[in-house]
C-alpha cells in the first residue's frame, strides 16, 4: 500500500474474547425503546394536529439517544418534511448557531432557498448572516434587502422562527438537533425563542441531550430546566437496558450463547446499548478493563488505511466532507472509498449529509487520544493549512473558528491568536456573544504566548480587554466582564493610556455593575467624567452617554434633584453632538426625575420632548419601556398597558422582540396585575420571552411572580421564591430604590395572603419608618396600607397609631403623586363610615384603579353595615365583594369574604335567600329577572302586559320574601344565584 500524506499510523490488531459477534452494529433491531419510540409518534400526531411540541430526548453518552431519534424520523419521513442539524463544539468551544445552519440547509434542500427565503418574512436579509450562499439565488438576488438594512440577533430569531412557522403550516416539520449538549447560546437563545413564541402550525423540534455533559449552571442545562418548568419542553430519558435487553441485543448481534460471557459483558457495559455493542463486536478474546480499551476495540481492528482517515477525521469535531479528508490524507477516490467504506462497515464511522463522522464522540476522543504527540501536531497542522487555503480561494467562507482550534493544538500560537481574534469578531457581528466571549477568553490566554501579540492582533491590549469586556457582557459572563475590565484599568494606571478610552472602560465597569445589581456604578461615573475634564476629550457624544448614565443613577437611587440637574447637562451636550438619541434618553432620564419629585406635568412635557426626539428605534424603544413603567407607577395603568404594548410590537417589528421586547413584556406585567387580569399575568411570566441576561431584571420578574402566586393563595411559595432571591435583591435595594419598594411589595402581598395580620403591620412599619429616599412608588404601597388597617381593627386591635402614620406619611406625598380615587379610598379605610365606604366602594369601580378595591372596600363597608345594623344592605355588599372576588380569582380575597360572612351571620342570612328566592312564584321569577335587567316599575308593567300597580305589588312581595331592602339587592341576589 501508499503511504499517506500523513504518518498518523495505522494496522489491524486483534484481542481475543469468549465469543465474536458478526452482525454490524448499526444493522442491528433497536431493542428496549419500544415505549419511548412510541411515544415519540404520539408526540408527533399531537404536532401533526396543530399543536406544535418539542421533546427532548435525554440521557448518559452510548444510551442510544442518536438511534432512537434516527428510527423515529425513518419512521415519519413520508408524513413529514423532517430538518436535521448537530450542535458541533470546536474544543470547548461551540460553533456559532451551528446546528441552526444545519436545520436551515436541511430546509433549503427539502423546500427550496427561495421557499426558505420568502417564509422568513421581513427578517429574511438576517439568514444571509448564516448563509451567505442564499445570495447567490436569482429570485434572492433580484430583492435585495434595503441599504439600511442591519441585521440584528433578534431580526435572525425573528426570520427563522417566522420561516419555520410558515413552512409548518402546511405540511408537518420536525426539527431534529443532536448533540444540544455542545449548543452555544446564541442557538439556546433562538430555540427558546422559538419554543415560547410559535402557538401554531403543525411542528415538532426534537433536542438529543446528552445528560452527563455539563455542570449544574451549565447554559444547556439550564435552558432545558426553564422549557420544562414553562411546560414548553417534555423529557424522553432513556435509561440503562435491563439484563433482558442486553442479551436481547447481544442476540441481535450474532453474540454466543454463552451465559457467563453475557453476564460479564452485562456487568462491564452495565446496561449502556453503546457499550455493550462495542464489547459485542470485538474479536474474541478477554473483556477490556477500561472504558478506553472497549471504546478502541473495534477500532484496533481496522486496516492501515481505514485506521488512518479515522484517525484524520478525529481531529475534526464537526462532521468531515470528503474532499477535505481527501487531501488530508493524500488517498485516491478507490483507496479512500474503500478505507470509509470499511471504517463505516464496523461501525465506528457513519455517513452524515454526505459527511463523515463518528458513530459516537466518545469514539472520536479515545481515537484522538491515541495519536502521539508528533502526529498530534502535524495533523492539526495540516487541517490549519488546508482550512487557510480554503479561505485563500474563497474569502467569503469564514473559518477562523476552526482555524484557531487547529493552530492551537499546532502549537502556532501567533497564528492561533490572529484567527482566535478574528473567529471573535466574526462571532460578535453574528451577534453568537458566548462564542465571541470563548474565542475572547482563548485570545487572552494566548496574549503573553506571542512576542509581538499587538503587532499580530493590530490593536493595543487594553482596547482588546475592553471589546473582549463588553463582548463578556452581552454573552451574559457579568462577572467576567468586571473582571477584564479590572485587569484593562489596573493596567491603564500604569501606563499613559487614551483619556476617551480609560473613560470608556469607567463607564463600561459602571454598567457592568449595574447589570450584576451592585453598587460603585455612581463613583465611577463621577471619575469618567472626570477623566474626560482633565483630559480634554472633545467629544460631546460620549460625554452625553456618561452624563445619561448618571443621571438615570441618581433617579433610580431617589435622588431626584442630583437627577434632574445631571440629565439636564447631558441634553446640552447632547445637542452640542448633534445626537437625537442622546438627546431622547437625556429628556427621558429627565422626566422620569421630575416625575418622582412630584412635578408630573413637568415630567410629563420632558417626555412629549423626549418622543419627538426618538427619531431611531433604540430611542423609541428606551423611551416604550421608561414611560410605560412611569404611568404604571402614577396609576394610569390602562394607558401603561397600551405604550408598552406598543412597543413590544415596535419591538417584534425591528428584531428586538428578546431583548427590549422583554422589559416591556415586565411592564405588561405589572399592570395588568393591578387591573386583576391574572391569566395574562400568568401567561407573560411563564411564557417571558427574554432569557435573563443580567442578575438585576431578575429581581423585577421575582417580586411579580411572587405577587402572583399569593394572588393564586401560594404565599409559602412565593415566600420561598423571596427567599432565593434574598441577598440579590438585598444588594440591588441599596442602588435601585424601585427595586426596594418592589420587594417590600411582595412581602406585604405574602403577608395578606398569610393572614398574617401581624407580619402585615410589621411590613407596612418598615416602609414607612424607612428612611431612604422616596419615590413615587410609596403611593402605591401606602394605598394597601387600608386594606390592612381594616383587617387589623376587624380583629380587635388598636389601630389608632397605625392610622396616624399612614396618613402623615400619605399626606407628606406630593399632591400630583396622589390620585383622587386612590385619596378618598384610603381616606375612607382610615376613617370608616358607610357613607364614606359607600363612596370609596365608587371610586373602587374606577376602571383604573387597583382591580383588588373592588373587594376590600365592599367588604369593609360590609363590616360598616353591620355594626349600624343595617344587615340587609351589608348581605347585599357582601355579595357584590364575593362575585368580584370570583370573578378576579383572588384566592385571599375569597378566603376574607368567606371568613367575614360565616363571622357575621351573613352567609346564613344568604342561605335563606336563596330558600325564598326557590320559593318565588312564577310570575314573581319573571318580574326578579326584569329587575336584574335594571327596568321601572313602568318598565315592566309594560312587559308583562300588567298594570304598574300590579307590578308593584309584586316588587314589593319579592323584597319581602327574598328579606333585601332594595331593588338593586334583589337584583344583585338574582343575578349571582343565576
Not at 344568604?910 to 319573571?926: F, K, N, P, S
Amino acid at each position: 500500500m501508499r503511504a499517506p500524506s500523513l504518518d498518523v499510523g495505522g494496522g489491524r490488531h486483534h484481542e481475543g474474547m469468549a465469543f465474536t459477534a458478526t452482525s454490524s452494529a448499526t444493522a442491528a433491531r433497536m431493542v428496549g425503546r419500544d415505549e419511548e419510540l412510541a411515544r415519540l409518534d404520539a408526540l408527533f400526531e399531537r404536532a401533526r394536529g396543530g399543536q406544535p411540541t418539542a421533546v427532548v430526548v435525554a440521557g448518559e453518552a452510548g444510551m442510544g439517544k442518536s438511534r432512537l431519534i434516527r428510527e423515529f424520523t425513518a419512521s415519519v419521513a413520508d408524513r413529514a418534511d423532517v430538518a436535521a442539524g448537530r450542535a458541533v463544539d470546536l474544543g470547548g468551544t461551540p460553533a456559532p448557531y451551528g446546528a441552526v445552519l444545519g436545520l436551515l440547509r436541511a430546509i433549503a434542500a427539502q423546500r427550496g432557498t427561495e421557499e426558505l427565503w420568502r417564509a422568513a418574512g421581513p427578517g429574511r436579509p438576517a439568514l444571509l448572516l448564516l448563509m451567505p450562499e442564499l445570495a447567490e439565488s436569482p429570485e434572492i438576488a433580484a430583492s435585495p434587502p434595503p441599504p439600511d438594512a442591519r441585521p440584528t440577533p433578534e431580526l435572525l430569531r425573528e426570520a427563522f422562527v417566522t420561516a419555520v412557522e410558515s413552512l409548518a403550516e402546511h405540511r408537518p416539520l420536525v426539527l431534529v438537533i443532536e448533540d444540544l449538549h455542545w449548543a452555544d447560546e446564541g442557538t439556546l437563545t433562538l430555540l427558546s425563542f422559538l419554543l415560547r413564541v410559535v402557538i401554531r402550525g403543525r411542528l415538532l423540534v426534537v433536542l438529543g441531550w446528552r445528560s452527563d455533559e455539563g455542570r449544574r449552571a451549565d447554559p444547556v442545562r439550564l435552558f432545558i430546566g426553564e422549557a420544562e418548568r414553562a411546560h414548553l419542553l417534555e423529557r424522553i430519558t432513556l435509561h440503562r437496558l435491563d439484563r433482558a435487553a442486553v442479551r436481547a441485543l447481544v442476540a441481535q448481534l450474532g453474540g454466543a450463547d454463552d451465559i457467563e460471557a453475557v453476564d460479564r459483558l452485562d456487568e462491564r457495559a452495565e446496561g449502556i446499548p453503546f457499550f455493550v455493542e462495542e464489547l459485542a463486536c470485538c474479536a474474541d478474546g478477554p473483556l477490556p478493563d477500561t472504558l478506553r480499551d472497549v471504546l478502541l476495540a473495534r477500532y484496533g481492528q481496522l486496516w492501515e488505511d481505514a485506521a488512518t482517515a479515522v484517525r484524520v477525521i478525529s481531529a475534526s469535531d464537526a462532521p468531515l466532507e470528503h474532499d477535505t479528508l481527501a487531501a488530508l490524507t493524500g488517498f485516491d477516490d478507490d483507496r479512500l472509498n474503500a478505507a470509509i467504506r470499511e471504517a463505516v462497515g464496523t461501525g465506528i464511522l457513519i455517513v452524515d449529509d454526505d459527511r463523515y463522522t463518528f458513530r459516537h464522540a466518545l469514539l472520536r476522543e479515545a481515537v484522538h487520544a491515541e495519536l502521539l504527540p508528533g502526529e498530534h501536531a502535524a495533523l492539526h497542522r495540516a487541517y490549519a493549512e488546508h482550512l487557510q487555503s480554503l479561505m485563500d480561494a474563497d474569502p467569503r467562507r469564514d473559518l477562523h473558528a476552526a482555524l484557531a482550534h487547529h493552530w492551537r493544538h499546532a502549537h502556532e500560537r501567533r497564528r492561533a491568536l490572529v484567527a482566535a481574534l478574528a473567529a471573535m469578531f466574526s462571532a460578535k457581528d453574528r451577534y453568537a456573544f458566548s462564542t465571541a466571549a470563548r474565542f475572547g477568553r482563548m485570545v487572552l490566554e494566548l496574549w503573553d504566548q506571542v512576542d509581538d501579540a499587538e503587532a499580530a492582533a493590530g490593536l493595543d491590549r487594553i482596547t482588546l480587554m475592553l471589546r473582549i469586556a463588553s463582548i463578556l457582557r452581552n454573552a451574559g459572563e457579568s462577572e467576567r466582564a468586571l473582571g477584564v475590565v479590572d485587569r484593562a484599568l489596573a493596567e491603564a494606571a500604569h501606563t499613559e493610556v487614551d483619556p476617551a478610552l480609560h473613560a470608556r472602560l469607567l463607564r463600561d465597569k459602571a454598567v457592568y455593575l449595574i447589570n450584576v445589581g451592585r453598587s460603585g456604578a455612581t463613583e465611577l461615573l463621577v471619575d469618567a467624567l472626570a477623566v474626560i475634564d482633565t483630559g480634554h476629550v472633545d467629544d460631546p457624544n460620549l460625554s452625553a452617554g456618561v452624563m445619561s448614565q448618571l443621571a438615570a443613577r441618581h433617579m433610580v437611587a431617589g435622588r431626584a434633584a442630583e437627577a434632574i440637574d445631571m440629565a439636564t447637562r447631558a441634553r446640552e451636550f447632547a445637542e452640542r453632538a448633534g445626537s437625537s438619541l442622546q438627546v431622547s434618553v437625556s429628556l427621558n432620564v429627565r422626566g422620569a426625575s421630575r416625575t418622582h419629585a412630584g412635578d408630573v406635568a413637568g415630567g410629563l412635557e420632558d417626555y412629549a420632548a423626549a418622543r419627538q426626539h426618538a427619531h431611531e428605534s433604540q430611542a423609541q424603544l428606551r423611551y416604550d419601556v421608561n414611560y410605560s413603567d412611569l404611568l404604571t407607577v402614577l396609576g394610569r395603568y390602562h394607558e401603561a398597558l397600551a405604550v408598552a404594548e406598543e412597543g413590544l410590537a415596535r419591538a417584534r417589528a425591528v428584531g428586538q422582540a428578546r431583548t427590549t421586547g422583554s422589559l416591556l413584556t415586565q411592564n405588561m406585567v405589572q399592570p395588568l396585575l393591578e387591573l386583576g387580569e391574572i391569566a395574562r399575568v400568568d401567561e407573560l411570566l411563564a411564557r417571558d420571552l427574554e432569557l435573563r441576561t443580567f442578575p438585576m431584571f431578575r429581581m423585577y420578574t421575582t417580586t411579580s411572580r411572587a405577587r402572583a402566586l399569593c394572588w393564586h393563595g401560594r404565599p409559602e411559595a412565593a415566600a420561598a421564591l423571596l427567599r432565593q432571591q434574598q441577598s440579590a435583591i438585598a444588594e440591588a435595594a441599596t442602588v435601585e430604590r424601585q427595586v426596594w419598594f418592589y420587594g417590600v411589595h411582595a412581602r406585604l402581598a405574602i403577608a395578606q395572603a398569610s393572614g398574617d395580620l401581624d407580619a402585615a403591620r410589621a411590613v407596612l412599619g418598615e416602609a414607612i419608618d424607612d428612611d431612604g429616599e422616596r419615590t413615587a412608588h410609596i403611593s402605591r404601597l401606602l394605598l394597601d396600607a387600608g386594606p390592612v388597617v381594616a383587617t387589623l381593627r376587624a380583629r380587635g386591635d388598636d389601630v389608632r397609631d397605625l392610622v396616624s402614620r399612614v396618613d402623615e406619611a400619605w399626606n407628606a406625598i406630593p399632591d400630583a403623586l396622589r390620585p383622587a380615587t386612590w385619596q378618598r379610598v384610603l381616606a375612607a379605610f382610615l376613617a370608616p363610615d358607610p357613607d364614606a365606604l359607600a363612596r370609596a366602594v365608587e371610586s373602587a369601580d374606577d376602571p383604573d384603579m387597583p382591580a383588588t378595591f373592588r373587594v376590600t372596600t365592599r367588604l369593609e363597608h360590609a363590616r360598616s353595615l353591620v355594626v349600624a345594623g343595617r344587615r340587609a344592605e351589608a348581605a347585599s355588599v357582601l355579595a357584590q365583594a364575593r362575585a368580584h372576588a370570583d370573578a378576579l380569582a383572588h384566592e385571599p380575597l375569597r378566603r376574607d369574604v368567606a371568613q367575614f360572612g360565616a363571622a357575621s351571620g351573613l352567609a346564613e342570612d344568604d342561605d335563606d335567600r336563596c330558600t325564598a328566592l326557590a320559593e318565588l312564584t312564577a310570575r314573581e321569577r319573571q318580574v326578579l329577572e326584569l329587575l336584574a335587567e335594571g327596568l321601572s316599575n313602568g318598565q315592566i308593567a309594560q312587559r308583562l302586559f300588567i298594570s304598574v300597580k300590579t307590578a308593584s305589588v309584586h316588587v314589593s312581595a319579592i323584597l319581602r320574601k327574598l328579606g333585601v331592602a332594595s331593588r338593586t339587592e334583589a337584583a344583585v341576589l338574582a343575578a349571582r344565584k343565576g
